[in-house]
């Protein structure tokens, strides 16, 4: 059974940057594709992007794009959204999700964290 902790959301400026980060334990997390999602209010769950185990291939949503990079350290057990140019529209709950599979597909995760609040607002 995996366990995945998100930290490092908050309250931030547009234009603004903020770090998020996913913390694993209880699996083998290089063995596990890792995506971001996020979910505003009213809204469906949206994906964000994916990794793959190695951390050499990656997808983002568009809307991302040029902005949003995700990142995994395997010899720490963790995945990274890094957020540039943040936008009100990206204010949502962000939730990163592991899979077996290469996928941007939400009901391919096994494994869900609980999810932390970004909010982009002046």
């Known amino acids: 059974q995996v366990q995945l902790v998100e930290s490092g959301g908050g309250l931030v400026q547009p234009g603004g940057s903020l770090r998020l980060s996913c913390a694993t334990s209880?699996?083998?997390?290089?063995?596990?594709?890792m995506g971001w999602f996020r979910q505003a209010p009213g809204k469906e769950r949206e994906f964000v992007a994916t990794i793959n185990r190695s951390g050499i291939s990656t997808v983002y949503v568009d809307s991302v794009k040029g902005r949003f990079t995700i990142s995994r350290d395997n010899a720490k057990n963790t995945v990274y959204l890094q957020m540039n140019s943040l936008k009100p529209e990206d204010t949502a709950i962000y939730y990163c999700?592991?899979?077996?599979?290469?996928?941007?597909?939400?009901?391919?995760?096994?494994?869900w964290g609980q999810g932390t609040q970004v909010t982009v607002s002046s």
């Open positions: 209880g699996g083998a997390f290089s063995t596990y594709t």
């Open positions: 999700a592991a899979s077996k599979i290469y996928t941007m597909l939400a009901r391919s995760y096994d494994y």
